[in-house]
């Protein structure tokens, strides 16, 4: 795995996010989870937009794609963008 893609795999583990190293086979760095584990477990990613909605806040759109915004900026600040591979996880890929 490239440094920057270490460093947000690092960041959004630290955050809570269902990181994997292993992408089952996709081109991806890594990917994040998109299914809850347990009852107590936050959705970082919703491919429904169940839970995690896309809205516009303050001129700019939040949460887009039904991908967490703080999940989004430590991608974009480390040079990485997220895209569906299905509704049950996301790659991250270099922008």
């Known amino acids: 795995m490239k440094r920057n893609a270490r460093a947000a795999y690092n960041a959004l583990k630290r955050l809570?996010?269902?990181?994997?190293?292993?992408d089952g086979g996709q081109l991806a760095h890594f990917v994040i989870?998109?299914?809850?584990?347990?009852s107590t477990d936050q959705r970082?990613?919703?491919?429904?937009?169940?839970?995690?909605?896309?809205?516009v806040a303050a001129g700019r759109i939040v949460n887009a794609f039904g991908i967490r915004q703080d999940v989004?900026?430590?991608?974009?600040?480390?040079?990485?963008?997220?895209?569906?591979i299905n509704a049950g996880m996301v790659g991250v890929y270099d922008a």
């Open 16 to 22: 809570g996010a269902p990181v994997y190293d292993h």
């Open 72 to 84: 989004l900026d430590i991608l974009a600040a480390n040079g990485l963008f997220a895209e569906w």
């Open 44 to 55: 970082y990613c919703d491919y429904y937009q169940e839970e995690v909605k896309e809205h």
């Open 33 to 38: 989870g998109a299914e809850l584990r347990d």
